[in-house]
């Protein structure tokens, strides 16, 4: 498929997600008007509302770049873009709504009946296009071109990558090395062709030869010892109508988690950044706070009996807090329902063990049962803690361990969960030794690494298996 045409192709996908956005709102404002009022509402005010949403909507999603192009970014990328553009269009209707005061023209029920189902159609719609859209780029249309410079570690790891990666509809058309020994070589069946002296020449011959095709990207993938000749074609380039990219050579190091940034106008890499930064982190917290609001709610007549029961059994406050480091490393103060006679804040490392006469009758069954943590659903609320992450270990025993465990306190780079990727894997209750610990971080920083919302809710649905087995806990 020629490449010089995609840009045009891209922007007529990108016009295409546009009237199709438009018409869903409109189909979903009549479905919604025809299933809740028995007929289709076409008043002039109902009109009003529905052109001035589909001109806000394709302000704010063009605005917030959701028609920007997707190609090699994750679906669930474009989701978290068109969910947070979508609340932002439901919060500018409401204003708009509050400030002419059209509130009771409206049916709040349709309103809002109309948003969720324009959402859904809007997922919809947007799934079903992503799968064709890949399907169609791995079968070799709608591709960009892209010339590597490198062809040494770093350059092979690029073209592998590409070859693999069909999907994204990225084809590598050529390799170029100063290394001459390596020339006419082929490596995933892409030639290198010639030196870093020979990229311009090749960009401007290629589109000589038909005035539809032309190279879109070159990657440079050269060690950053050769900065003169990464200069060299930064340069050259300029007068070329590619787009030019660098590949940083730091694949030998250990980075599943980083963070590119900048800082007064210093280009840097957060090498030791979790998994959920960014629109993650937004769509983790979203999670917590549905899910955690849900459950207090659902949950609140287990909260009074539990209150009661502790109260009649023993002496003492129902909750008590306890002083535990979060994200960052910073003390928080985490809830629990007293299972305990006395605290063990002390500087003491003394963790809950088996026959331990600090723990009531009630405390012995809540513990077991895990029912003392879910006042932590407070601490999500709150946003000091997570649904899931790193379980909280108390002061001390973080000071105790942090010198005895390597890469102990990276598991504070996210917010500490009720539950935890280490949790349903078995390493829960009492470390006896410290390998016992080594074994639980090994875990934490596991998830942290590779933090997914799927995982999210495969540890969810695992933890309630973990409850009932209850042989570490007490």
Same mark, same amino acid.
């Given at each position: 498929?020629?490449?010089?045409?995609?840009?045009?192709?891209?922007?007529?996908?990108?016009?295409?997600?546009?009237?199709?956005?438009?018409?869903?709102?409109?189909?979903?404002?009549?479905?919604?008007?025809?299933?809740?009022?028995?007929?289709?509402?076409?008043?002039?005010?109902?009109?009003?509302?529905?052109?001035?949403?589909?001109?806000?909507?394709?302000?704010?999603?063009?605005?917030?770049?959701?028609?920007?192009?997707?190609?090699?970014?994750?679906?669930?990328?474009?989701?978290?873009?068109?969910?947070?553009?979508?609340?932002?269009?439901?919060?500018?209707?409401?204003?708009?709504?509050?400030?002419?005061?059209?509130?009771?023209?409206?049916?709040?029920?349709?309103?809002?009946?109309?948003?969720?189902?324009?959402?859904?159609?809007?997922?919809?719609?947007?799934?079903? *296009?992503?799968? +064709?859209?890949?399907?169609?780029? %791995?079968?070799?249309?709608?591709?960009? !071109?892209? /010339?590597? =410079?490198?062809? $040494?570690?770093?350059?092979?790891?690029?073209?592998?990558?590409?070859?693999?990666?069909?999907?994204?509809?990225?084809? *590598?058309?050529? +390799?170029?090395?100063?290394?001459? %020994?390596?020339?006419?070589?082929?490596? !995933?069946? /892409?030639? =290198?062709?010639? $030196?870093?002296?020979?990229?311009?020449?090749?960009?401007?011959?290629?589109?000589?030869?038909?005035?539809?095709?032309?190279?879109?990207?070159?990657?440079?993938?050269?060690?950053?010892?050769?900065?003169?000749?990464?200069?060299?074609?930064?340069?050259?380039?300029?007068?070329?109508?590619?787009?030019?990219?660098?590949?940083?050579?730091?694949?030998?190091?250990?980075?599943?988690?980083?963070?590119?940034?900048?800082?007064?106008?210093?280009?840097?890499?957060?090498?030791?950044?979790?998994?959920?930064?960014?629109?993650?982190?937004?769509?983790?917290?979203?999670?917590?706070?549905?899910?955690?609001?849900?459950?207090?709610?659902?949950?609140?007549?287990?909260?009074?009996?539990?209150?009661?029961?502790?109260?009649?059994?023993?002496?003492?406050?129902?909750?008590?807090?306890?002083?535990?480091?979060?994200?960052?490393?910073?003390?928080?103060?985490?809830?629990?329902?007293?299972?305990?006679?006395?605290?063990?804040?002390?500087?003491?490392?003394?963790?809950?063990?088996?026959?331990?006469?600090?723990?009531?009758?009630?405390?012995?069954?809540?513990?077991?049962?895990?029912?003392?943590?879910?006042?932590?659903?407070?601490?999500?609320?709150?946003?000091?803690?997570?649904?899931?992450?790193?379980?909280?270990?108390?002061?001390?025993?973080?000071?105790?361990?942090?010198?005895?465990?390597?890469?102990?306190?990276?598991?504070?780079?996210?917010?500490?969960?009720?539950?935890?990727?280490?949790?349903?894997?078995?390493?829960?209750?009492?470390?006896?030794?410290?390998?016992?610990?080594?074994?639980?971080?090994?875990?934490?920083?596991?998830?942290?690494?590779?933090?997914?919302?799927?995982?999210?809710?495969?540890?969810?649905?695992?933890?309630?298996?973990?409850?009932?087995?209850?042989?570490?806990?007490?």
């Amino acid at each position: 498929m020629y490449s010089g045409h995609i840009l045009k192709r891209e922007q007529y996908i990108s016009g295409t997600f546009r009237l199709v956005d438009i018409l869903t709102i409109l189909l979903s404002s009549l479905l919604v008007s025809y299933v809740q009022f028995g007929v289709i509402q076409v008043t002039e005010k109902y009109v009003f509302f529905i052109t001035t949403l589909c001109f806000v909507t394709l302000n704010i999603f063009n605005f917030m770049s959701v028609y920007r192009a997707w190609r090699g970014k994750a679906f669930i990328q474009e989701l978290v873009s068109v969910t947070l553009a979508l609340l932002v269009v439901s919060l500018i209707m409401g204003a708009l709504v509050f400030l002419f005061r059209t509130g009771d023209e409206f049916s709040r029920l349709w309103v809002g009946s109309t948003f969720i189902t324009a959402y859904v159609g809007m997922i919809g719609y947007r799934s079903i *296009a992503r799968v +064709l859209i890949r399907y169609l780029r %791995a079968t070799g249309h709608n591709q960009k !071109r892209i /010339v590597v =410079v490198g062809a $040494g570690v770093l350059g092979k790891r690029v073209c592998s990558t590409i070859s693999r990666e069909t999907w994204a509809g990225v084809k *590598a058309v050529a +390799l170029f090395d100063d290394e001459k %020994a390596l020339h006419g070589s082929n490596y !995933r069946g /892409v030639e =290198v062709i010639g $030196g870093v002296n020979d990229v311009a020449g090749f960009i401007e011959s290629y589109r000589s030869r038909d005035s539809h095709e032309r190279i879109d990207h070159v990657w440079i993938a050269l060690p950053l010892s050769a900065r003169d000749r990464i200069e060299y074609l930064q340069e050259k380039l300029q007068d070329t109508a590619a787009s030019v990219y660098l590949v940083p050579d730091l694949y030998g190091f250990n980075l599943d988690s980083y963070k590119v940034d900048e800082m007064i106008g210093m280009p840097i890499m957060n090498m030791s950044a979790s998994s959920a930064q960014g629109w993650r982190a937004i769509l983790k917290r979203i999670e917590d706070l549905t899910i955690a609001s849900v459950l207090l709610v659902l949950l609140s007549p287990v909260f009074a009996i539990v209150a009661y029961l502790i109260k009649s059994d023993s002496k003492g406050p129902v909750f008590f807090k306890q002083k535990r480091y979060g994200i960052d490393g910073k003390e928080i103060l985490v809830w629990k329902f007293r299972s305990m006679s006395v605290t063990e804040n002390g500087g003491e490392v003394k963790q809950a063990q088996r026959t331990d006469p600090r723990v009531t009758k009630i405390g012995a069954f809540i513990r077991k049962t895990s029912i003392d943590e879910l006042p932590q659903l407070i601490n999500v609320l709150q946003g000091t803690m997570s649904l899931v992450g790193p379980r909280p270990h108390a002061v001390a025993h973080n000071e105790f361990y942090r010198s005895k465990v390597m890469g102990y306190m990276a598991r504070h780079k996210m917010h500490p969960g009720i539950t935890g990727w280490a949790q349903v894997n078995g390493s829960r209750g009492e470390t006896v030794e410290v390998r016992d610990m080594e074994e639980r971080i090994r875990y934490d920083l596991e998830y942290i690494k590779h933090w997914s919302l799927g995982l999210d809710f495969k540890i969810l649905f695992r933890t309630i298996s973990t409850v009932l087995n209850t042989k570490n806990t007490y």
